[in-house]
């Protein structure tokens, strides 16, 4: 089966004036492509920290990150950005949408940074819009976006680069339950359609409906576990 | 395409907070205004300058009679002071100084003339025929003085526009004889002059050479009739002066040889003078030159206070950037973890900084063209609403014409858009520098 990532014994030190924190003291799993993963732990786990290095934000320590071929830990600063633009999607907790600009205008966003927009694109923008259900507030700014909307907008955007797999920081975290479950269901089409997705959470609702759930604690993995859904879905 | 977006992107940004935009633009919209203006004001008070000194002619010298300060003592108890010019002087300048090539002897009074009932205060020139040439007189009817006027010692004289306008409202004056009061005289009218602006001031006074007001007749005629000396009773005393000419006006060969022949003339004249110091020398090439200096500095100057206007300009927009950017800090991390790369951070915040300055370049350039207009009609409200301020002011100040210097748009633009580069950068810089993790972290 073809890996969507490869993380292989990475860790990740913070050297303080004072003493070095070991945020990540070795992580090692790999990420099927289809696979829908929950990373859940207590606070200081370093949960936050490994979607750091997932999301090619940062560099790790030691140990190595494979996206397809590439080794992310041996990549420049250009060229993780390129690397984000071109494999990764972002979900973030507060949404994290630009202000400035209208609803399919933050779809656009990674296609641009890629030196990209020609007309099919910008016609799979609509597409992604249609999709997560907001055809009809294209042109909207973000302002006028309700929470659930506006989480909504952030997923198609972060699609629209058709990614290796789609990062998720807690992405529930600010909305309330009704919008949560929607967003979870958005979350699991998603991933029947083969995309695969990666999340932080402390919530068990929402770890439920992944297929598979990796715990952390003091920066090493504790569990790493298929949930039930993985046996139903297959 | 995408530099498109970018710039519609950069716009956009800016219109997020459209009234801080627009302090911002005004900072570097005055700079770039005030370079174009100040340029055009320095250029056209100097081309006023150069034009009123040109009109003395490069090639001239003027030797003017001038009131002694202290006269001596043995004139101080006669009722007439005697100064200045002599013919002897002319003669002698004349015959020993071979680079002169024509000089013209002028003999300048204040007279009333009268024609039917109207009287005017004019000035009354002596001259001779070369006097039109060199100072650039043109006969719009009729003829200047002329030799044989000269000569014979002719009742002749030739009006300049304005006397014709106040002696003879509804006449044609040609062939018609005006009255000089004090020696109840009477003089023919030959000629017309056109009307001509004024000349650069001379001979101390500040008012410029003024030839609107002007007779002219032989200066034969003059010393016949008239004489050297002036009588003036002024309460109960009489008071008077005694002067053989006003001016001699000399042309020289080349203009190369103009600054040595003022020293030959100086050097002649203080011999035949002495101590008192009654004559001095006006040599319109070093007025002109240092017109030209004036003028170097006067623009340095000018150019000093715009560039502090930019200057300001561009710090307002540094500091706006500045803030700015701390503000989006949360967007630059976003925009980061969706792929851009430093450059592209840089890139954006400078678009948006050189939108503002360009802006203001571009808004600062209308403004500076419409200088001319502008300052023609400041002066026309102020002339009905002040018009003693006005009057109050030196020439030069009153009529100043701004002309716009060409090079000064480009260069007022350029500056305004290396402004807004400059002050955008570090800004930028700073923008994508930042470590996008804690950028996104930032509320
Ligand atoms: N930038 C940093 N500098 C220093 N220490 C950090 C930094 N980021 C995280 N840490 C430390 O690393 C450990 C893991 O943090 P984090 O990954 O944020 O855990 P979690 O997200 O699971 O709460 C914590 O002890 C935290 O204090
Ligand atoms: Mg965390």
């Known amino acids: 089966m073809k890996l969507a990532a490869k993380l292989e014994n990475l860790t990740k030190h913070y050297v303080l004036k004072s003493e070095t924190v070991r945020a990540l003291r070795g992580v090692s799993f790999d990420v099927p492509e289809g696979d829908y993963v929950a990373i859940m732990g207590p606070s200081g786990s370093g949960k936050s920290t490994l979607l750091n290095l997932l999301g090619c934000l940062d560099r790790p320590t030691s140990g190595a990150m494979y996206l397809g071929d590439a080794n992310v830990a041996k990549m420049n600063d250009n060229q993780l950005s390129y690397t984000r633009a071109t494999r990764i999607g972002f979900v973030f907790q507060s949404y994290n949408l630009i202000q400035q600009l209208t609803v399919v205008e933050n779809i656009e966003v990674p296609l641009y940074y890629q030196g990209r927009l020609s007309k099919s694109d910008r016609a799979r923008c609509l597409e992604l819009a249609e999709m997560v259900g907001l055809k009809d507030r294209l042109g909207h700014r973000p302002a006028q976006l309700s929470g659930g909307q506006q989480q909504r907008v952030a997923i198609a955007r972060s699609l629209v680069n058709d990614p290796y797999f789609v990062l998720a920081d807690e992405p529930t975290g600010n909305l309330d339950s009704v919008t949560t479950d929607e967003i979870l269901r958005l979350f699991e089409n998603l991933n029947q359609l083969g995309k695969t997705i990666i999340l932080v959470t402390h919530e068990d609702e929402v770890s439920a409906h992944a297929k598979r759930v990796i715990r952390l604690r003091d920066g090493l993995v504790q569990t790493d576990e298929l949930t039930k859904n993985r046996i139903v879905l297959n | ?443």
């Open chain 2, 1 to 443: 395409m995408l530099w498109l977006r970018t710039w519609r992107l950069g716009i956009k940004s800016l219109l997020l907070h459209p009234m801080r935009t627009a302090l911002t633009v005004l900072g570097i919209f005055i700079g770039v205004a005030s370079v174009i203006w100040l340029l055009a004001i320095g250029e056209g008070i100097s081309r006023e300058a150069q034009r009123q000194i040109e009109g003395l002619g490069a090639d001239n010298i003027m030797i003017r009679s001038v009131k002694p300060l202290n006269p001596p003592e043995a004139s101080a108890s006669a009722f007439i002071l005697p100064y200045g010019l002599l013919r002897e002087d002319y003669a002698l300048l004349v015959e020993t100084i071979p680079t002169i090539k024509s000089a013209l002897p002028i003999r300048e009074m204040r007279r009333m003339v009268r024609y039917a009932d109207n009287t005017i205060e004019c000035r009354v020139v002596g001259c001779t025929p070369e006097y039109a040439e060199v100072t650039r007189l043109s006969i719009e009817r009729g003829h200047f003085i002329t030799d044989a006027e000269v000569k014979v010692m002719q009742n002749h004289c030739v009006l300049a526009s304005q006397v014709v306008e106040r002696l003879f409202p509804y006449e044609d004056p040609l062939g018609r004889r005006v009255y000089f009061q004090d020696q109840k005289d009477y003089y023919t009218v030959v000629g017309i002059c056109r009307d001509r602006a004024p000349t650069a001031a001379i001979g101390g006074s500040l008012d410029a050479q003024d030839f609107s007001n002007d007779v002219y007749i032989p200066i034969s005629t003059m010393r016949k009739r008239i004489g050297d000396t002036i009588v003036m009773s002024s309460g109960g005393s009489r008071e008077g002066e005694t002067v053989e000419l006003n001016q001699i006006t000399l042309r020289i060969d080349s203009i190369n040889n103009v600054q040595r022949t003022a020293e030959l003339v100086e050097e002649t004249l203080l011999k035949n003078h002495g101590k008192i110091k009654d004559t001095a020398v006006i040599v319109p090439l070093e007025l002109l030159e240092q017109a030209k200096r004036t003028k170097m500095m006067f623009m340095v100057f000018m150019g000093l206070i715009a560039a502090i206007s930019l200057l300001v300009g561009g710090i307002g927009i540094m500091n706006i950037m500045l803030a700015t950017v701390t503000e989006r800090t949360r967007e630059i991390g976003v925009r980061r973890a969706l792929g851009a790369r430093r450059a592209d951070i840089v890139r954006q915040f400078l678009v948006e900084t050189i939108a503002m300055s360009v802006l203001g370049g571009l808004v600062g350039v209308g403004v500076g063209l419409l200088c001319p207009p502008v300052i023609d009609g400041a002066r026309l409200i102020v002339k009905r609403v002040a018009p003693d301020m006005i009057a109050g002011l030196p020439d030069v100040v009153r009529d100043v014409t701004p002309i716009i210097v060409p090079a000064s748009i480009p260069l007022a633009f350029c500056i305004s858009v290396v402004i807004g580069v400059m002050f955008g950068l570090y800004p930028a810089y700073r923008a994508a520098q930042m470590d996008p993790i804690e950028a996104l972290r930032h509320e």
